[in-house]
């Protein structure tokens, strides 16, 4: 058995999804499935909508899941916006978020992995960058001067600047 010195409890709890930031923009599932280019995209994500169910229940004999939610489209990807990582400005202005973004559930079932924030994790460092060098909160960087950044350091902002051959 695993985890035998701690009565078979691992040593630290998995937390799949945890509290999100309500930021310029909310990513949601019309996001991932229907208005996937972004205006202020800053990479691309490209998963599923994955979320394991919450509990299972006994009913009539048989076991039931509840709150599953895997639903498969093909590898299209989908524009990650600069807003998701933004707090409002009214509410803090040097603050940038790259993992608890701002999405609804749903949403987040398809940013919520190590791709998509490697992805975030490198725009968040090259946006906190742009903050000093233009002397702007987060909130008011020039996005196409974040944009040309990361493209010149080889992330793919849009389907079309991915290669052919890739």
Not at 34 to 41: A, G, N
Request: glycine share 6%; with cysteine.
């Amino acid at each position: 058995d695993e985890f035998v010195k701690t009565n078979n409890w691992p040593h630290q709890l998995y937390v799949r999804e945890a509290r999100r930031m309500i930021g310029v923009y909310v990513f949601t599932q019309k996001d991932r499935t229907e208005d996937v280019t972004k205006l202020d995209t800053i990479g691309l994500g490209s998963y599923n909508f994955d979320s394991h169910h919450t509990q299972r229940n006994a009913v009539e004999n048989r076991t039931l899941n509840e709150g599953d939610l895997e639903v498969f489209y093909e590898a299209n990807p989908f524009e990650l916006p600069y807003g998701i990582m933004v707090p409002k400005s009214n509410e803090i202005t040097n603050l940038i978020v790259p993992v608890c973004v701002s999405s609804s559930h749903v949403g987040f079932c398809s940013i919520r992995l190590e791709p998509q924030y490697m992805i975030l994790g490198q725009s968040a460092g090259v946006a906190a960058s742009r903050t000093i060098d233009e002397e702007k909160s987060v909130q008011e960087i020039n996005i196409l001067l974040l944009q040309r950044r990361l493209r010149a350091l080889g992330q793919y902002l849009t389907p079309g600047d991915i290669p052919l051959e890739f």
